[in-house]
């Protein structure tokens, strides 16, 4: 399907990994696209919270103190 698509709709692809990514998004919007919202609910619901405190302690973490030392 994907070859189709990209002969059908472009001729000629410099950038192959964007030619995929934007066809994998409108395939997933396609497949998927009555269970789009309900997956959203369901994410939203039944995902702990993330509280701001706990965001910026990762995120000091993470730009303060690199894993990789030079």
Same mark, same amino acid.
């Given at each position: 399907?994907?070859?189709?698509?990209?002969?059908?709709? &472009? &001729?000629?692809?410099? &950038?192959? $990994?964007? !030619?995929? =990514?934007?066809?994998? !998004?409108?395939?997933?919007? #396609?497949? !998927? $696209? =009555?269970?789009?919202?309900?997956?959203?609910?369901?994410?939203m619901? *039944?995902? $702990? @919270?993330?509280?701001?405190?706990?965001?910026?302690?990762?995120?000091?973490a #993470? *730009?303060?103190? @690199?894993?990789?030392?030079?």
């Amino acid at each position: 399907m994907f070859k189709a698509w990209l002969r059908g709709t &472009h &001729h000629h692809c410099t &950038h192959l $990994q964007k !030619y995929i =990514d934007e066809f994998c !998004y409108r395939f997933n919007r #396609l497949k !998927y $696209q =009555d269970t789009l919202f309900h997956k959203l609910i369901e994410r939203m619901v *039944f995902t $702990q @919270p993330s509280f701001l405190s706990k965001i910026s302690m990762l995120l000091n973490a #993470l *730009f303060f103190f @690199p894993l990789h030392k030079f």
